[in-house]
């Protein structure tokens, strides 16, 4: 089946730094991308979608400066999470999906901001 | 507005047994419904999709109804064993490239 490729899977960076989280579709392209966020014991939520050539359209409190998507080909979206502060520890998840429907998740980038 | 709702407590069962796991929506009209297993500290993965005018679907020891006048999907497993435990999702999509997602509930079957 389609597989989707995140990384790093974890990552530990200091307040005020910025972190670059990866997403690949490995054998398929996606012209979207959706990058999702979750708290512990939460279900997720949408951050944005990711478009590939165009900008990404963000949801409703979600900081586009702060957190930066680039979709600059086919099987590759970044997510930058710039000026890391604590409250920005979390999972995050990246999806894809091909054009039968399903969305293929990326394992997830588990990230603590110290 | 619109809710999806899925139930937040835990559903404890023996294993061997069927669990059924509920899906209620509102105020949504989707051309498709997913189900998704999660691993703690991991992405989601897809089970089933379903598909409005299917009323049900099944793969191996899976079954899912979607019954768009109760506006409820249910997920079956049968035989249910340890290794089923997990947090199931699941995700309501209107065909605009969009899956918005449940709560989730967790599974957990002992042996």
């Known amino acids: 089946g389609a597989v989707v490729s995140q990384h790093p899977s974890w990552v530990i960076c200091k307040s005020g730094t910025s972190v670059k989280i990866e997403c690949r579709s490995l054998?398929?392209?996606?012209?979207?991308m959706f990058w999702y966020r979750q708290f512990p014991k939460q279900s997720l939520m949408l951050m944005a979608t990711?478009?590939?050539?165009?900008?990404?359209?963000?949801e409703q409190g979600v900081e586009k400066d702060k957190f930066l998507i680039n979709h600059a080909s086919l099987t590759l979206s970044t997510l930058t999470v710039t000026s890391a502060h604590p409250e920005d520890s979390s999972f995050y998840i990246c999806s894809a999906r091909p054009y039968t429907g399903e969305l293929f998740f990326g394992e997830g980038s588990r990230l603590t901001v110290l | 507005s619109q809710k999806i709702e899925q139930n937040s407590e835990a559903l404890n069962i023996q294993e061997g047994k069927t669990a059924t796991l509920t899906c209620n929506y509102t105020?949504?009209?989707?051309?498709?419904l997913q189900w998704y297993r999660q691993d703690p500290g991991r992405g989601p993965v897809f089970l089933l999709l379903i598909r409005e005018n299917e009323k049900e679907k099944r793969k191996e020891r899976l079954k899912v109804t979607f019954d768009t006048t109760l506006k409820q999907s249910l997920f079956h497993i049968t035989a249910s064993q340890p290794a089923d435990s997990a947090t199931y999702l699941c995700a309501l999509d209107n065909a605009g490239n969009m899956l918005t997602f449940g709560g989730g509930t967790r599974l957990m079957v002992k042996p």
């Open positions: 105020n949504y009209s989707p051309a498709y």
């Open positions: 990711s478009n590939e050539g165009s900008k990404a359209t963000y």
């Open positions: 054998d398929f392209q996606a012209t979207t």
